[in-house]
């Protein structure tokens, strides 16, 4: 079963988890600033390479806007590390190993993976206002027109 899930208006979970290069990253060290948290599945898949290299290649727009680009997965940093420079990603992955941030998010559970019912991952993007509130949730996205439909919401089209 999932945690519950969060919803707008809600204070963002804080937490602090290490980047591929094994620096902590503290979310509400981010506080001024509006931020895209998105929670992946595992690095270096297909459905995953996808979206984080739609982030890279919008990450102009974002960084623009004053917007910072956050990704979360249960990969360690090794593999975090090998997946940043493997496909040019240009914004922090962090290592959430013990899947305590993806419970604090809801964003681990039960899904539904080519028709059964599994425990995982759940892709989910959060976008966290520069107070450290939940504006937008969103659960069970696609990889593919994800990051187009969050520039879109964030009047950040191009």
């Known amino acids: 079963m999932t945690d519950a899930r969060l919803a ?4 963002a979970p804080d937490f602090t988890l290490p980047d591929q290069d ?16 998105y929670f992946y599945p595992e690095a270096m898949t297909p ?9 890279r290649d ?16 249960k990969d360690d940093t090794a593999k975090l590390k ?6 040019q990603l240009n914004f922090p ?4 190993t013990d899947l305590a941030v993806q419970h604090a998010y809801g964003a681990w559970g039960e899904k539904t993976l080519y028709g059964k ?4 991952s759940i892709r989910s993007t959060f976008v ?10 969103m659960y069970n996205v696609k990889a593919t027109g994800h990051v187009a439909r969050i520039r879109k919401e964030l009047g950040l089209e191009e």
């Open 58 to 73: 919008s990450l102009n727009s974002f960084a623009s806007a004053g917007v910072r680009v956050v990704g979360v997965s």
């Open 22 to 37: 094994g620096n902590p990253v503290t979310l509400s060290s981010l506080r001024g600033h509006k931020v895209v948290l």
């Open 8 to 11: 707008a208006g809600e204070l």
């Open 82 to 87: 090998t997946f940043a420079e493997r496909d």
């Open 117 to 120: 019912t599994v425990t995982g």
């Open 47 to 55: 459905g995953c390479t996808t979206e984080a290299c739609d982030f």
């Open 93 to 96: 992955l962090l290592s959430d």
């Open 128 to 137: 966290i206002d520069e107070h450290g509130r939940i504006e937008k949730p």
